[in-house]
T-cell receptor, first 113, second 115 residues
Framework: GDSVTQMEGPVTLSEEAFLTINCTYT??????LFWYVQYPGEGLQLLLK?????DKGSNKGFEATYRKETTSFHLEKGSVQVSDSAVYFC????????????FGQGTTLQVKP | SAVISQKPSRDICQRGTSLTIQCQVD?????MFWYRQQPGQSLTLIAT?????????ESGFVIDKFPISRPNLTFSTLTVSNMSPEDSSIYLC????????????FGQGTRLTVV
């Protein structure tokens, strides 16, 4: 079945450092891919998405490119801030349009001043 | 975008009792889902709440333990029955429209502690 594997955390960075959180997936057909973020004490929010191969999703300085050849959707940000500290989830929705989301295990990011 | 309200936001319950969680969406949506997030874990889909028919449960989840209702296109409930400490989790409601925007929205979650 469909699955998502993402980089284990926690990831601890200094402010202004470069961030990469790796995510790879297994799916049949043409899934849609998402990054969701969960800030401390808050609900899940969509950070960015890509619905087809070679699409680049971007938001708030974060980017991820849908790479079908490597089945990856790595999250990157050039310069992290303390306010980026959160749990990040790589998420897949299969092409069958059932609406079901498959979540990666989540990566906790802590940014220190 | 859709706004999803869940209640209660948290509860502490005695083992053997049941808790019903409500999920209200501010617009009509085709699809509603219930997820569980156990402590320190990722989200796992419990079931898809179908309007006007029985919910579709994922492997490992059964209707007797997690009965779900969806009487209309904006509301659903999840009941956690005969609770044990292992049911302590965050339960999240999610909604998405089948057509158009592919984004799924989430409620704030219900933090359940069973003692």
């Amino acid at each position: 079945g469909d699955s998502v594997t993402q980089m284990e955390g926690p990831v601890t960075l200094s402010e202004e450092a470069f961030l990469t959180i790796n995510c790879t997936y297994t799916a049949t057909g043409y899934p849609s891919l998402f990054w969701y973020v969960q800030y401390p004490g808050e609900g899940l929010q969509l950070l960015l998405k890509a619905t087809k191969a070679d699409d680049k999703g971007s938001n708030k300085g974060f980017e991820a490119t849908y790479r079908k050849e490597t089945t990856s959707f790595h999250l990157e940000k050039g310069s992290v801030q303390v306010s980026d500290s959160a749990v990040y989830f790589c998420v897949l929705r299969g092409s069958g349009n059932t609406g079901k989301l498959i979540f990666g295990q989540g990566t906790t990011l802590q940014v220190k001043p | 975008s859709a706004v999803i309200s869940q209640k209660p936001s948290r509860d502490i319950c005695q083992r053997g009792t049941s808790l019903t969680i409500q999920c209200q969406v501010d617009s009509q949506v085709t699809m509603m889902f219930w997820y569980r997030q156990q402590p320190g874990q990722s989200l796992t889909l419990i079931a898809t709440a179908n309007q006007g028919s029985e919910a579709t449960y994922e492997s490992g989840f059964v209707i007797d333990k997690f009965p779900i209702s969806r009487p209309n296109l904006t509301f659903s409930t999840l009941t956690v029955s005969n609770m044990s400490p292992e049911d302590s989790s965050i339960y999240l409601c999610s909604a998405r429209d089948r057509s158009g925007n592919t984004e799924a929205f989430f409620g704030q979650g219900t933090r359940l502690t069973v003692v």
